[in-house]
DNA sequence: TGAAAGCCTACAAAATCAGTAGTATTATAG
DNA sequence: CTATAATACTACTGATTTTGTAGGCTTTCA
């Protein structure tokens, strides 16, 4: 029951790109040394936050990414939903929120999963990118004032 | 990000229990059948629990398995910590809160998983074996009005 | 004393995770 | 028009986890 490096590499990657944000396309190459990441793990994660509408890319020389939207419309839930698969905690359930198993229509447990999902993806809709950078920059602030 | 089997299955057969009290010691392979599980599977599971105090065993002729504690007093978080290891959604963070990753001082990502820890597990220590119970009886009931 | 139960340990197929590697493609500067 | 700097695509791989099977051992009671 672990969230994977995928989804929390892409995390931190937008996270940098929101923090860098208004200086235009940055080539993974920058990111990737910033957050210590293997620039070609991170080309692997990449192209499915492209196939989205939350991050642009250009090509060829001086090319890189953006943020195709204003990080405070991005959540978190919109990202891990994109690289996870889906948040989808237990395979009774699907995403759409119908059902596979087979007992599904007497299980008395499917209802604790079901509501669990609801708890994780209303928890992670309701942060932003830009919530993420805020509360960082005042945890930097608060460091300066001790 | 899953919930395994290991931890499904607990639950289902620690409920089933739940609806059986008061039958004394109950054989794994009644519970097996009656929830379609792999006895040998579930044998390796139940000694997680059997070395807390939620369930009772008794070994040899017409042993079996039996609730330590009360349902209400049972709640589906300690069930799917014991079996699941942890309820930790990432590794950066460990069980007792503390974390492990060297980037965690500045990490901007860190409080949106200590978020969903939080998330996670307070909806999990809200939902008890009777709830569970209480909530199927009252699904079966509904059945027959219409 | 024998049958019914749980206990313990080893093994293994399948899936998933966390990358590495190499090649192809695209875009721009000069 | 070509060298270069960047992304895109695809294949492979070692390690770990998941989901069981299998078999023998021990305990309890009729």
Same mark, same amino acid.
């Given at each position: 029951?672990?969230?994977? %490096?995928?989804?929390? *590499? ?14 235009? *396309? ?8 910033? @957050?210590?990441?293997?620039?070609? *793990?991170?080309? &692997?994660?990449?192209?499915?936050? %492209? ?10 020389? &001086? ?13 978190? !839930?919109?990202?891990?939903?994109? %690289? ?7 395979? #009774?359930?699907?995403?759409? !929120?119908?059902? %596979? #198993?087979?007992?599904?229509?007497? #299980? ?6 079901? !509501? ?13 990118? &830009?919530?993420?950078?805020? @509360? ?7 460091? *300066?004032?001790?």
């Amino acid at each position: 029951m672990k969230i994977s %490096t995928k989804g929390r *590499y892409a995390l931190r990657m937008l996270v940098d790109l929101a923090d860098h944000r208004g200086e235009g *396309y940055i080539a993974l190459k920058t990111i990737a040394e910033r @957050q210590d990441i293997s620039k070609k *793990y991170l080309e &692997q994660i990449v192209p499915i936050l %492209t196939r989205s509408d939350i991050l642009l890319t250009n090509r060829g020389f &001086q090319g890189g990414y953006m943020l195709g939207k204003d990080p405070a419309h991005i959540t978190v !839930g919109e990202i891990l939903r994109l %690289t996870e698969g889906s948040l989808e905690i237990v395979n #009774c359930i699907i995403s759409d !929120g119908r059902n %596979t #198993c087979s007992r599904s229509a007497d #299980c008395p447990t499917l209802p604790v999963w079901a !509501g669990l999902n609801k708890v994780i993806n209303d928890y992670l809709d309701s942060i932003t990118l &830009q919530d993420i950078v805020d @509360q960082a920059a005042e945890h930097f602030a608060n460091d *300066y004032m001790i």
